[in-house]
């Protein structure tokens, strides 16, 4: 027997372990569509309780559109349920042609190629693009996507500490002797919501000659005038050589993602990228969904704009109440409590009044920077938020942490 | 052990060996050895089937670098112990945090 006693038994420690550290990822099994209100059934066989979803990366609102839903059904209709194939075998449809050429016309680019996700794209396109005599200098903190990927290629890997332009143009100077050099970055970070600079960073390409790698997972859809990422933030529209990103967030929230940019580095993902080449295609009913996502936020800035709307409203509400929250403009606001049990703990406590949100702590963040990682979505409206602050206070209330500074809370519970 | 030869080399009067100096001489008697006992013909035979198959085969001495936390291993090789330093350095830089989706 292959799975012996001693084999089962390894494994069972090694869960322990991972519980231990307080890394043990528990599924809530929710019985409604996502949306800004959803029955959350936790701890599982507890009865499904209503909350708030404050922890979704549903920033359009777009998960459960009935314009989206019935795009996909009529996907599932005249396209089918699934392909059998790989794309370059016999699973490429008109609507995945179709769904490539508007992502390159909302992107800004010249050329996209569909991925199973945006995991799948960042693990593929590098070993693509790059070989043992170029270098990948990348942001520390880049999503655990971008790291995997990195480590698949041959190219020389490098680092620059987190958003420092400083030390991202040393890096390039170092590597002159490289054949290419490319600067790796998300578009907005994940845990702290802030964006890379990217007007910067193109600055620099510019002057060190290297090409510029985003990941705009948590930006596509809605950050920037029109919701095209964070290239349109900085006014860097057509400048960025590879842009990742995902359909799974705020393009509609289903699953998939996507290389964009140069023509001729799509054009080596689609010959040499692995995950591409290797896994089935995007289904029918995802591009079908994913192609009305595109058709209703390039008709109208609408939900972006109440987005916005809803972020600047909750940074107000959670500062004025005084909670410290890490500043910026993403829809991504983290609400610091320093202290991992204590971020367990408030999160429970609200789960308790009607609000879903989780905590984060080391290894997930840094040391000493737990926290509750809060995401605003179009699908709120001001009476969430409203309820939402006032279930906050309520438990911030109890554990004394309004008005505290950060030195105040650490002296309390530690970090 | 009447057959066992000694290599005895004194060092300069004054000097005390390194960390990195007996890691060096550790790892030159390492490919002494290898290269005497445990370079066999099954390897010559892997080299010819790569060559046949239209690769180009290099293999020969090189630095190891890794590092360990818990259950995570990093490592990394290099040309010289600065090379293979950086590369696990970049490694584990990227294993300081598990990020979230």
Same mark, same amino acid.
Request: glycine letters at 8%; one cysteine or more; proline letters at 3%.
């Given at each position: 027997?292959?799975?012996?006693?001693?084999?089962?038994?390894?494994?069972?420690?090694?869960?322990?372990?991972?519980?231990?550290?307080?890394?043990?990822?528990?599924?809530?099994?929710?019985?409604?569509?996502?949306?800004?209100?959803?029955?959350?059934?936790?701890?599982?066989?507890?009865?499904?309780?209503?909350?708030?979803?404050?922890?979704?990366?549903?920033?359009?609102?777009?998960?459960?559109?009935?314009?989206?839903?019935?795009?996909?059904?009529?996907?599932?209709?005249?396209?089918?349920?699934?392909?059998?194939?790989?794309?370059?075998?016999?699973?490429?449809?008109?609507?995945?042609?179709?769904?490539?050429?508007?992502?390159?016309?909302?992107?800004?680019?010249?050329?996209?190629?569909?991925?199973?996700?945006?995991?799948?794209?960042?693990?593929?396109?590098?070993?693509?693009?790059?070989?043992?005599?170029?270098?990948?200098?990348?942001?520390?903190?880049?999503?655990?996507?971008?790291?995997?990927?990195?480590?698949?290629?041959?190219?020389?890997?490098?680092?620059?500490?987190?958003?420092?332009?400083?030390?991202?143009?040393?890096?390039?100077?170092?590597?002159?002797?490289?054949?290419?050099?490319?600067?790796? *970055?998300?578009?907005?970070?994940?845990?702290? +919501?802030? !964006?890379?600079? @990217?007007?910067? =960073?193109? /600055?620099?390409? #510019?002057?060190?000659?290297?090409?510029?790698?985003?990941?705009?997972?948590?930006?596509?859809?809605?950050?920037?005038?029109?919701?095209?990422?964070?290239?349109?933030?900085?006014?860097?529209?057509?400048?960025?050589?590879?842009?990742?990103?995902?359909?799974?967030?705020?393009?509609?929230?289903?699953?998939?993602?996507?290389?964009?940019?140069?023509?001729?580095?799509?054009?080596?993902?689609?010959?040499?990228?692995?995950?591409?080449?290797?896994?089935? *295609?995007?289904?029918?009913?995802?591009?079908? +969904?994913? !192609?009305?996502? @595109?058709?209703? =936020?390039? /008709?109208?800035? #609408?939900?972006?704009?109440?987005?916005?709307?809803?972020?600047?409203?909750?940074?107000?509400?959670?500062?004025?109440?005084?909670?410290?929250?890490?500043?910026?403009?993403?829809?991504?606001?983290?609400?610091?409590?320093?202290?991992?049990?204590?971020?367990?703990?408030?999160?429970?406590?609200?789960?308790?009044?009607?609000?879903?949100?989780?905590?984060?702590?080391?290894?997930?963040?840094?040391?000493?920077?737990?926290?509750?990682?809060?995401?605003?979505?179009?699908?709120?409206?001001?009476?969430?938020?409203?309820?939402?602050?006032?279930?906050? =206070?309520?438990?911030?209330?109890?554990?004394?942490?309004?008005?505290?500074?950060?030195?105040?809370?650490?002296?309390?519970?530690?970090? | 052990?009447?057959?066992?030869?000694?290599?005895?080399?004194?060092?300069?009067?004054?000097?005390?060996?390194?960390?990195?100096?007996?890691?060096?001489?550790?790892?030159?008697?390492?490919?002494?050895?290898?290269?005497?006992?445990?370079?066999?013909?099954?390897?010559?035979?892997?080299?010819?089937?790569?060559?046949?198959?239209?690769?180009?085969?290099?293999?020969?001495?090189?630095?190891?670098?890794?590092?360990?936390?818990?259950?995570?291993?990093?490592?990394?090789?290099?040309?010289?112990?600065?090379?293979?330093?950086?590369?696990?350095?970049?490694?584990?830089?990227?294993?300081?945090?598990?990020?979230?989706?």
């Amino acid at each position: 027997m292959a799975f012996s006693q001693a084999a089962r038994d390894w494994y069972h420690r090694e869960i322990a372990g991972i519980r231990d550290a307080g890394l043990y990822k528990e599924e809530r099994f929710i019985h409604s569509l996502q949306d800004a209100d959803i029955e959350v059934e936790f701890p599982a066989g507890a009865s499904p309780a209503r909350v708030i979803n404050l922890c979704a990366n549903n920033y359009l609102g777009l998960s459960s559109h009935p314009e989206v839903i019935a795009a996909a059904h009529e996907g599932l209709d005249h396209r089918g349920y699934g392909l059998s194939s790989v794309r370059f075998i016999c699973g490429t449809q008109d609507i995945h042609r179709e769904l490539e050429r508007k992502l390159t016309a909302f992107l800004g680019t010249e050329d996209t190629l569909l991925f199973p996700s945006c995991m799948d794209a960042n693990a593929g396109v590098f070993e693509a693009v790059l070989n043992e005599q170029d270098v990948m200098i990348a942001d520390r903190l880049v999503h655990a996507s971008i790291v995997d990927g990195m480590r698949l290629c041959k190219a020389m890997q490098d680092t620059y500490k987190h958003a420092d332009m400083g030390h991202l143009e040393e890096k390039l100077v170092e590597h002159q002797d490289k054949r290419f050099r490319l600067i790796i *970055t998300d578009g907005v970070f994940s845990m702290d +919501g802030d !964006l890379a600079p @990217l007007d910067q =960073i193109v /600055a620099l390409a #510019e002057k060190h000659n290297a090409m510029v790698f985003v990941d705009d997972s948590h930006a596509s859809g809605y950050i920037g005038k029109t919701g095209r990422g964070t290239h349109e933030h900085f006014g860097v529209l057509g400048k960025i050589d590879i842009i990742t990103t995902t359909l799974g967030k705020a393009l509609g929230g289903a699953s998939g993602g996507c290389v964009s940019g140069r023509a001729e580095l799509v054009e080596m993902c689609r010959q040499r990228a692995r995950p591409y080449l290797f896994s089935n *295609t995007v289904a029918p009913v995802i591009v079908s +969904g994913a !192609l009305k996502v @595109l058709e209703l =936020i390039s /008709a109208s800035t #609408e939900r972006r704009d109440k987005l916005e709307e809803n972020t600047r409203y909750w940074r107000n509400l959670l500062t004025d109440a005084g909670f410290d929250i890490k500043k910026g403009s993403s829809s991504i606001v983290p609400v610091m409590l320093y202290n991992a049990k204590l971020a367990q703990d408030v999160a429970r406590d609200l789960f308790v009044e009607g609000i879903y949100v989780i905590g984060f702590f080391f290894p997930v963040v840094a040391k000493g920077q737990a926290r509750i990682r809060t995401q605003l979505s179009a699908a709120h409206d001001k009476h969430h938020l409203d309820r939402a602050i006032a279930a906050f =206070i309520k438990v911030g209330k109890k554990y004394d942490i309004l008005g505290k500074t950060k030195a105040e809370v650490i002296a309390t519970y530690g970090n | 052990m009447a057959n066992t030869q000694f290599i005895e080399v004194p060092l300069p009067e004054g000097v005390r060996a390194s960390h990195m100096d007996l890691e060096l001489l550790k790892a030159m008697l390492h490919a002494i050895v290898c290269l005497h006992f445990e370079w066999s013909s099954e390897s010559e035979k892997m080299i010819q089937e790569l060559e046949h198959d239209g690769w180009s085969v290099h293999c020969g001495p090189t630095w190891l670098a890794l590092c360990r936390r818990g259950q995570s291993l990093e490592q990394a090789t290099g040309r010289t112990p600065d090379e293979a330093i950086a590369r696990l350095y970049h490694e584990a830089r990227f294993d300081t945090r598990y990020g979230c989706p």
